[in-house]
């Protein structure tokens, strides 16, 4: 019997060449190094240059996860971005990012759940996977959330920056090994994903524009307090799912790679779920929150470092607008 499961095989990640710091940012928006370290554990982030948009990032962090993966380019068959800050209205920036790459076949989508991106795009492309429908997948989550923020709001535009990151799904088959079967959990892939949605919790985490509402791009908007709260409730509660759902506890994960929004929501996190900080991989002091990128950014950066090996276990989650959030449990 076909029992497809998609295994990770590479993965890459860009960020802008620009540097801001929280020095120079803060004489601009009235703000403090202080406060945003404080706060936040965000030191620096990366700002995208003028006229460089969210598929150029991502077409650069496919082409490193590609080489990283030892693929061909044609071998791709699905080219799924997440992102909430696309290139145009439409077509899909997916589709942009897919001409870049010179990829002429399969089908690309945007996919978008906000800073939970990435784990709903892993989760489309597993499916797809699964069920035979694709072979070779990117999975890209990829933003300038520069151009969302509102610079003249100092309690957001000093959270965020811009970035990239990807992954190389492949189609592994007839590796002796069943989904649910003794031994499935130590073969390499994705061992399951669980998705999440309440849209009743709009109104603390969202943008006020959009084609159909305003005809304009609009500005992010956050009650932060509140969203700090969900974030610590709801990313422990599904990486306990998440573990449950494999029979496993978290001391068996090696690697917790959350969406890096800030650094007190991880303290939070941790002592929540008594794992020690020194298994989450944290990026947040360097890129800051670069939503959908976030997670693929910090797992190319622990994954080249070393300190993610073949055979670990890897577990992915984030949150955000919708409110969406998800996990993904990964052996690597
Ligand atoms: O990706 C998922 C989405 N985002 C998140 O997960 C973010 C979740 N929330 C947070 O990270 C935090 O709530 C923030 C970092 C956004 C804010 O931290 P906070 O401890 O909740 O601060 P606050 O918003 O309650 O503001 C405290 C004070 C306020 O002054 P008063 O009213 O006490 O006088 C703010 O005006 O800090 C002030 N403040 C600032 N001061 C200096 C807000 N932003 C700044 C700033 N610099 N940048």
């Known amino acids: 019997m076909n029992d497809y499961r998609s295994r990770l095989i590479g993965c890459g990640s860009y960020l802008p060449e620009t540097v801001v710091t929280n020095a120079e ?78 990829i002429r076949r399969g089908a690309a989508m945007d996919v978008q759940a906000v800073c939970a991106g990435f784990v709903f795009g892993l989760a489309v492309g597993d499916n797809f996977i699964r069920t035979g429908q694709a072979r070779t997948a990117l999975v890209v989550g990829a933003e300038t959330y520069s151009r969302i923020v509102d610079w003249e709001d100092r309690g957001t535009c000093v959270l965020f920056g811009d970035g990239a990151g990807a992954v190389v799904l492949q189609s592994a088959n007839g590796d002796g090994v069943a989904r649910g079967e003794a031994g499935w959990g ?28 305003t005809q304009t791009v609009g500005h992010l908007r956050m009650s932060g307090r509140e969203v700090f ?33 800030n650094l007190r929501i991880l303290d939070g996190i941790a002592r929540k779920l008594g794992v020690p900080e020194g298994r989450f991989v944290i990026t947040v002091d360097r890129h800051a929150n670069t939503s959908a990128a976030s997670i693929p950014l910090a797992l190319d ?7 993610i090996k073949a055979g670990d276990l890897v577990l992915m989650e984030a949150i955000g607008g919708g409110l969406s959030w998800g996990a993904a449990l990964v052996r690597w």
């Not at 003028?50 to 080489?67: F, K, M, N, P, Y």
């Open 25 to 102: 940012l803060a004489q601009r928006v009235g703000s403090s190094d202080d406060w945003i370290v404080e706060r936040t554990g965000i030191r620096q982030r990366h700002i995208a240059a003028d006229g460089q948009v969210t598929s150029d990032l991502a077409e650069q962090a496919c082409r490193r996860a590609i080489d990283h993966a030892g693929i061909d380019v044609g071998d791709v068959d699905l080219v799924v971005v997440a992102t909430t800050t696309p290139d145009d209205t439409f077509p899909a920036t997916a589709t942009r990012v897919q001409a870049k790459l010179g």
């Open 186 to 213: 130590e073969a390499p892939g994705i061992l399951s994903t669980h998705l999440h949605s309440d849209g009743r919790f709009r109104d603390i985490l969202y943008v006020d524009g959009g084609p159909s509402a």
């Open 229 to 261: 709260r969900h974030a610590v409730t709801n990313l422990a509660a599904v990486a306990e799912e998440a573990c449950r759902a494999n029979g496993i506890s978290l001391n068996d994960v090696d690697w917790i790679v959350p969406h890096q929004a």
């Open 301 to 307: 950066d622990a994954v080249r470092d070393g300190r």
